[in-house]
């Protein structure tokens, strides 16, 4: 199995609250759910947290919990975190699929052929891919290729973590840009995940699974 990892240490602005604890239709937490989401194709899950967050009582209790070491320093501090953590804690091949904690409709087939597109034994980053994207409808900043979930070598994404961590950059897409990356057509992938759920992210109340359209 591949490893998970789980970013979850954002201010939840746009939510109004503590989106992570937000409760879908079936009563889970929406941190519950993409953890057990990413659980279908991942083992095993690390989710970085703030420091001083809370964690919903009802995420399983097979994911290790890591806390960023500074408040809001942005999701690559998170990724370095996370990666750091997953080193420490052992895994298959050093394969992991990072997930931001806001996606309940996360596809394990879509995560498995993330992960399988990324092959063996390139943990070192030597040779591509070292990452694999999945290409979507246009993205806010303009490009076909959405940022979460994507798939990395846990050595490789670590260094280019820490690289663009130390550089000032805050933004998941500066590190994928430094890696050699393979992309999964959006045809392929959604032939897998139809709906296209798995790019589902909640940013605000109206955007959670199971709200009317007139909600939104």
């Given amino acids: 199995m591949t490893a998970g990892l789980v970013l979850a240490g954002g201010r939840s602005e746009r939510f109004g609250s503590d989106k992570l604890a937000?409760?879908?239709?079936?009563?889970?937490?929406?941190?519950?759910?993409?953890?057990?989401?990413?659980a279908g194709a991942c083992d095993p899950i690390v989710v970085v947290v703030a420091p001083t967050g809370t964690v919903p009582e009802d995420v399983p209790p097979t994911a290790t919990i890591v806390r960023d070491a500074v408040a809001h320093e942005g999701p690559v501090a998170g990724l370095v975190a996370g990666l750091d953590a997953l080193g420490r804690i052992g895994g298959d091949d050093g394969r992991v699929v990072v997930a931001a904690g806001d996606m309940p409709g996360l596809a394990a087939d879509?995560?498995?052929?993330?992960?399988?597109?990324?092959?063996?034994?390139?943990?070192?980053?030597?040779?591509?891919?070292?990452?694999?994207?999945?290409?979507?409808?246009?993205?806010?900043?303009?490009?076909?290729?959405?940022?979460?979930p994507f798939a990395v070598?846990?050595?490789?994404?670590?260094?280019?973590?820490?690289?663009?961590?130390?550089?000032?950059?805050?933004?998941?897409?500066?590190?994928?840009?430094?890696?050699p990356t393979t992309v999964i057509r959006e045809g392929d992938w959604r032939a897998l995940d139809p709906a296209g759920a798995t790019l589902l992210d909640v940013d605000r109340p109206s955007d959670l699974p199971g709200r009317s359209s007139a909600s939104r």
């Fill in 153 to 179: 070598h846990r050595a490789a994404g670590l260094n280019a973590a820490r690289a663009a961590f130390d550089s000032g950059e805050r933004r998941v897409r500066a590190v994928l840009a430094i890696l």
């Fill in 110 to 148: 879509v995560l498995v052929r993330l992960a399988g597109s990324l092959g063996v034994g390139a943990d070192d980053g030597d040779g591509p891919p070292a990452c694999v994207r999945l290409e979507a409808g246009r993205q806010r900043d303009g490009s076909r290729l959405a940022v979460f």
């Fill in 22 to 38: 937000a409760r879908l239709p079936d009563g889970r937490s929406l941190l519950a759910a993409t953890v057990g989401a990413l």
